[in-house]
C-alpha cells in the first residue's frame, strides 16, 4: 500500500463534531471538525496506553481519550495529562501524528505521509467541472469491496475486455473482441480511449432503454486513472449526446478490503426522479465487478508477470502495475510482508509531516517500508 497519498477517508457530512473512524492501510484514523468546521484527521492510537481517540470525546478543538482523559491539539501535541495534575510541563514526547487534510468535492481526503506540503502530488482536479454544473445531474454511490485488494480493483476498472462477459446491461458477449489503441502515459497513471460494442438494445431496461437509438452499434470509454488518490474516470460516450462520466477515488482499509467514494454524472433524463434508476445500475455493475474480483486468485497480484499468461488486450491493466510500482519506488509503500508479520503486540503509525522537520521524541514506531532498511524506517525515538 501506497504511502505519501492522499486518500478519502469520508465522505464530508460524515465528520462533524465528534469524533468519527476511518480505516485505511491498515490502521485506524480519528477525524473530527473543530469550532471553525475545519476538518482534522489523526492517528487513532493513544500514545500513554494505547486508547482508541475515537472513542472519546472533544473539548475545546482538543480530542480527549477515553482511557485517561489526556488531551491533544489538532496538530498531534499533549495538551493535559489529568493524573498528573495541573501547572506540568508537558513532554514533547506525549503527541500523536496529525495529517494534512482537505476537502474537496465534498470528500474528506487526507494525505498519509510526511512529505512537506510543496512535494505533495496534488488531487486530481478532473471530475470539479462536473459538479455544481447545470449540465449534468450528478449521484453519489460508496462501495464497500470487501476481500478485494485494491490493485487488483484497479487492474479491474481499467480491463476493457471484461464487460463483454461482466456486464450483460453495457457489455457485448457476441462481439468481446478488444480494440487495441494506444496508451497514453500521465505523470501518476494512464489515460485511453477505446470503442465498444454496444449491448443489444433489449439488454437495457427502464428509461434509457426508451431514449437510446435502437440501431446504437458502440459506446466510445475514455479511462484515466491516477494513482494519486487511487482515482479513476470514466467518460462513457453511448452516443454524441447521451453521455456520462464516473469517477471514483478508492481507500484501501487494508491489503484486502476497499472502499470506493464514486460519482456519477450524467447529460441526460436529468430529473431527479431517474436517479434511483441509475444508482440502480451503478450497484449492478459493482457488484458484478465484487462477485468476479473477491474469487480472483491469488488476492494479491502475482510479483511476475510470468505467472499469468497476458495478452495485448491486458496492457491498461500491465500499466496499472507499473504505475503502482513507480510511485512506490518515488513515494514509498508500506513493506506488506514486514506489516503482516508484525506481532499484535507492536505498534506502528504512518509518519506524518512532522517527523521530517522535527524526527525525534516520538511514542510510537513508523510502519515498515518497502526498499528500505527495516531497522532505519522503524527506529523510533
Ligand atoms: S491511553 Fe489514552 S489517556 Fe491513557
Ligand atoms: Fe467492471
Given at each position: 500500500m501506497l504511502i505519501n497519498n492522499w486518500y478519502v477517508a469520508a465522505r464530508a457530512h460524515e465528520v462533524g463534531s465528534t469524533p468519527f473512524k476511518s480505516r485505511m492501510l491498515g490502521l485506524d484514523f480519528v477525524l473530527f471538525r473543530d469550532s471553525t468546521g475545519k476538518a482534522h484527521c489523526m492517528s487513532d492510537m493513544c500514545c500513554h496506553r494505547g486508547g482508541a481517540l475515537h472513542r472519546g470525546q472533544i473539548n475545546s478543538d482538543h480530542i480527549a481519550c477515553p482511557y485517561h482523559g489526556w488531551e491533544f491539539n489538532t496538530g498531534g501535541a499533549c495538551t493535559k495529562i489529568p493524573a498528573m495534575g495541573d501547572g506540568i510541563t508537558i513532554p514533547k514526547r506525549a503527541r500523536i501524528d496529525s495529517y494534512p487534510v482537505e476537502e474537496r468535492m465534498g470528500l474528506v481526503w487526507v494525505f498519509l505521509g510526511d512529505m512537506a506540503e510543496e512535494e505533495r502530488p496534488k488531487i486530481p482536479d478532473w471530475y470539479e467541472p462536473f459538479l455544481n454544473s447545470p449540465d449534468w445531474r450528478v449521484i453519489t454511490y460508496d462501495y464497500l469491496y470487501s476481500d478485494v485488494n485494491w490493485v487488483r480493483l484497479g487492474e479491474n476498472s481499467t480491463d476493457t475486455a471484461h464487460p463483454a462477459f461482466v456486464h450483460k446491461a453495457f457489455g457485448n458477449r457476441l462481439s468481446p473482441k478488444a480494440n487495441i489503441v494506444p496508451i497514453q502515459d500521465m505523470p501518476y497513471g494512464a489515460k485511453t480511449v477505446r470503442e465498444r460494442a454496444a449491448p443489444p438494445i433489449a439488454n437495457k431496461t427502464g428509461a434509457i432503454a426508451k431514449i437510446l437509438p435502437t440501431d446504437r452499434k458502440t459506446t466510445r470509454v475514455t479511462l484515466e486513472f491516477s494513482m494519486v488518490g487511487i482515482t479513476e474516470m470514466l467518460y462513457q460516450e453511448m452516443t454524441t449526446e447521451i453521455t456520462q462520466v464516473l469517477f471514483s477515488a478508492r481507500t484501501p482499509?487494508?491489503?484486502?478490503n476497499t472502499r470506493s467514494y464514486g460519482f456519477q454524472a450524467r447529460n441526460f433524463l436529468m430529473e431527479p426522479e431517474h436517479d434511483a434508476e441509475r444508482l440502480k445500475g451503478l450497484l449492478q455493475a459493482a457488484d458484478e465487478d465484487h462477485n468476479i474480483v473477491r474469487f480472483v486468485k491469488p488476492k494479491l497480484t502475482p510479483k511476475s508477470t510470468t505467472e499469468e499468461f497476458l495478452i495485448e488486450a491486458d496492457g491498461m491493466e500491465l500499466t496499472y502495475r507499473r504505475k503502482v510500482q513507480e510511485y512506490a519506488r518515488k513515494f514509498g509503500a508500506i513493506d506488506r510482508d514486514a506489516f503482516e508479520r508484525a506481532s499484535p503486540s507492536q505498534i506502528m503509525v504512518i509518519p506524518s509531516p512532522l517527523r521530517k522537520t522535527d524526527p525525534k521524541g516520538w511514542v510510537h514506531k513508523t510502519v515498515p517500508l518497502q526498499n528500505a532498511g527495516s531497522s532505519e524506517v522503524m527506529a523510533a525515538e
Open positions: 482499509i487494508d491489503e484486502y
